[in-house]
T-cell receptor
């Protein structure tokens, strides 16, 4: 089945530690996105990538980093500079934006908490 | 700045009691409006895309409509399995046109048997 796989489902971070969230898709989508979801708030865009080896900051990129070395993979690192990392992190992908305004499809998220 | 406001924040219905969820938006130029369903602990599941005022789309008990300022998600004769958070998002035409979605905070729907 085609889809987006996020791992791990739950992650705990110690103070001063960097952690990496995995996102893999087999939908052959060009664009990939990372969102953060906090209770009572809408999803907020952290980073996005339209093609391999290229990515752009979203609205709340501070304290996060990404890479896009393969079309299928878009890992997100939450660095120690992110002072409030506790949230539900969602990865999404969509077809090439130049084709049409295709919907984004989401993985099932990673819940990150501070120890 | 693009803005999306959903109301009500929470809605409780009895099974079979039809109702509507509202999504009001402000956007420079609407490229598309998206409805998603999200179950607890899961990622959002795509439901509909609406592109222009007057457009309507249906899927089972759900019907989405669009005007120039808002969208409605009508739920006809809901069942308990329709309980979820419903998210609305807009995509605008812009200088970068990278497909960014601006989300509302969602409406939590609970349908009691």
């Amino acid at each position: 089945d085609g889809g987006i796989t996020q791992s791990p489902k739950y992650l705990f971070r110690k103070e001063g530690q960097n952690v990496t969230l995995s996102c893999e898709q087999n939908l052959n989508h060009d664009a990939m996105y990372w969102y953060r979801q906090d209770p009572g708030q809408g999803l907020r865009l952290i980073y996005y990538s339209q093609i391999v080896n290229d990515f752009q900051k979203g609205d709340i990129a501070e304290g996060y980093s990404v890479s896009r070395e393969k079309k299928e993979s878009f890992p997100l690192t939450v660095t120690s500079a992110q002072k409030n990392p506790t949230a539900f992190y969602l990865c999404a992908s969509s077809m090439d934006r130049r084709v049409s305004n295709q919907p984004q499809h989401f993985g099932d998220g990673t819940r990150l908490s501070i120890l | 700045e693009d803005q999306v406001t959903q109301s009500p924040e929470a809605l409780r219905l009895q099974e079979g009691e039809s109702s509507s969820l509202n999504c009001s938006y402000t956007v420079s130029g609407l490229r598309g409006l998206f409805w998603y369903r999200q179950d607890p602990g899961k990622g959002p599941e795509f439901l509909f895309t609406l592109y222009s005022a007057g457009e309507e789309k249906e899927k089972e008990r759900l019907k989405a409509t669009l005007t120039k300022k808002e969208s409605f998600l009508h739920i006809t004769a809901p069942k308990p399995e329709d309980s979820a958070t419903y998210l609305c998002a807009v995509q605008a035409y812009g200088g970068t046109s990278y497909g960014k979605l601006t989300f509302g905070q969602g409406t939590i729907l609970t349908v009691h048997p």
